[in-house]
């Protein structure tokens, strides 16, 4: 059986990964001239650095850590502490960590009232029906009952909850309001916050893509070939790109969901592209500000989170804490994440004016960076909605035969939601051809 899977980021090198695995003769096309997508690294006078994704959590990103065991990489992971500070909007600081949800009942802004209540709320959760995969779209789909994070939270935590735990944990995570959320991944988190753990590659995210390649001896890689079109033939399809036409099977489709909506117009019905094109996404941008010498050396923190959305920034992450590699011996380098909404009146350069004000707030004074480095994605994070799962997840069935889904957005964006979908659309196809 021969497929072709278009788009080169975590879903389809997991696909393509997963199809070789099994024996399938399989061609990968990906529009730029590497793969990666939203994982990609970008290298620059000595320091590399993350264009998207942060980390993996451990626990629970089971597709991701299988893989990576097959892959013989697993231990190649470099764990990070993620020592916290959440932020008050007055500056007061709390120490917490990040991959300890429950490490952040310590903070003295949290009355013993509020911790009872946050305790209390927490361990109903452990009890209550709730999604098993945090990263399993249908899965998600189960336990979506249509409110949003935000009344969710306040309703399980309370409002303290809400604004010391829900904001600065999800906000750092998605950048957007609780209330444009499903609450079914938070669910999850809290179900299972005893696996979570932070780990990076030690060249970062984007290397998960780099070994999924390399583990998939005799694939076809075709990088700068953007798909044009997928056409039905007698027998499979035909996939055109870069001039030619590749007679296949079967196709997984792979790239953001804008991108498989153009490219599966006239193959599935309107009201399939019309799920695709509405699936929501957020303006997301985070500023890499680079310093060769190390400003601050002994702040021990490695990342800031505010307790609420007022300022214009989610999060300020100091990159040698997270990934070694990122920054040359003795460099530093802040990354800050901002918010979706105040990005609708920020221009780049005010982005970046922005970023150093968080910097210079969070982690003291500072000389001119060496050089600032700003990613900005007009369609950044899937959101995820009250109702996506089901409505994203309900694609699957409507897909002609020899035609499979796959991407992040089919639960949150995220490492492990790309590697699980992408892994499934490979079973899915590998079934079908038994």
């Keep these: 059986m021969k497929a072709a899977i278009i788009g080169g980021g ?148 309370g409002n303290k909850g809400h604004d010391y735990i829900t904001v600065p944990y999800m906000g750092f995570l998605y950048a957007v309001p609780m209330s444009w959320l499903s609450p079914a991944l938070f669910h999850a988190v809290l179900k299972q916050f005893y696996r979570l753990s932070l780990s990076v590659p030690p060249e970062g995210v984007g290397q998960i893509c780099d070994w999924l390649i390399e583990g998939s001896p005799g694939l076809d890689l075709r990088l700068s070939a953007p798909v044009e079109r997928i056409t039905k033939a007698d027998v499979g399809y035909e996939v055109s790109a870069g001039g030619e036409m590749h007679a296949v099977d079967a196709v997984i489709v792979a790239p953001e969901p804008g991108v498989a909506a153009d490219l599966l117009s006239g193959l599935v019905s309107e009201a399939s592209i019309t799920k695709l094109r509405e699936c929501l996404y957020s303006d997301y941008a985070h ?45 530093e380098a802040v990354g800050v994440y901002f918010y979706t909404p105040p990005l609708e009146h920020l221009s780049d350069d005010a982005i970046i004016k922005s970023a150093l004000d968080a910097v210079h707030e969070v982690y003291g004074p500072a000389p001119e960076p060496d050089f600032v480095e700003l990613f900005h994605y007009r369609r950044g994070l899937s959101i995820a909605n009250p109702g996506h799962y089901g409505r994203l997840d309900s694609l699957h069935a409507e897909m002609p035969p020899g035609i499979y889904l796959a991407g992040d957005y089919f639960a949150h964006a995220g490492v492990e939601a790309a590697i699980f979908s992408g892994e499934l659309a490979a079973n899915r196809l590998a079934k079908a051809q038994l």
């Design 10 to 157: 975590p879903a389809g090198c997991a696909a393509a990964y997963t199809l070789r695995k099994h024996g399938h003769e399989v061609a990968l096309f990906e529009a730029q001239d590497h793969v990666g997508g939203r994982t990609s690294q970008v290298l620059k006078d000595g320091f590399n650095l993350g264009s998207g994704a942060l980390f993996l959590m451990g626990g629970i990103y089971p597709r991701t850590n299988a893989i990576l065991k097959e892959l013989g990489h697993y231990r190649e992971l470099v764990r990070w502490d993620a020592d916290t500070e959440v932020l008050d909007a007055d500056g007061r600081r709390y120490t917490a960590r990040f991959d300890q949800v429950l490490s952040f009942l310590g903070m003295s802004a949290l009355s013993w009232k509020d911790k009872l209540r946050i305790a209390a709320g927490v361990a109903k959760q452990l009890v209550t029906p709730g999604p098993k995969l945090c990263f399993d779209g249908a899965e998600l789909a189960r336990h979506d009952s249509g409110e949003s994070l935000e009344t969710w939270s306040r309703r399980v935590l």
């Design 287 to 331: 500023v890499q500000v680079c310093y060769r010498r190390n400003p601050w050396p002994r702040h021990r923190a490695s990342v800031a989170l505010p307790a609420n959305m007022e300022r214009d920034w989610g999060a300020c992450v100091l990159l040698s804490k997270r990934q070694p590699t990122a920054v040359p011996a003795s460099g």
